[in-house]
C-alpha cells in the first residue's frame, strides 16, 4: 500500500471511532512518506485519545 492508501484508510478508522487502528494506518503512511497529511491526523487522535476518559463513560 501506498502512504495515501494507508492515510486514508486511517481516516475512515479514524471516523470510525477506531482510533488505535488509525494510529497504526498514520504511522505507516508516515514510514513510507514522512511529509505525509498524517502527521498531523496522528497527533490529532493522539490528542483525542489522551483526553478521553472511559471512566466518565462507565460510572
Same mark, same amino acid.
Given at each position: &500500500?501506498?502512504?495515501?492508501?494507508? *492515510? ?6 479514524? @471516523?470510525?471511532? +477506531? *482510533?488505535? +487502528?488509525? #494510529?497504526? $494506518?498514520? /504511522?505507516?503512511? #508516515? %514510514?513510507?512518506? !514522512? %511529509? /505525509? !497529511?498524517?502527521?498531523?491526523?496522528? +497527533? &490529532?487522535?493522539?490528542?483525542? &485519545?489522551?483526553?478521553? $476518559?472511559? @471512566? &466518565?463513560?462507565?460510572?
Amino acid at each position: &500500500m501506498t502512504a495515501e492508501e494507508f *492515510y486514508n484508510k486511517g481516516n475512515l478508522h479514524r @471516523q470510525r471511532g +477506531e *482510533y488505535a +487502528e488509525a #494510529i497504526n $494506518c498514520y /504511522s505507516e503512511a #508516515i %514510514e513510507l512518506d !514522512p %511529509e /505525509s !497529511p498524517a502527521v498531523i491526523a496522528k +497527533e &490529532m487522535v493522539v490528542n483525542i &485519545m489522551n483526553y478521553y $476518559c472511559k @471512566q &466518565m463513560y462507565n460510572p
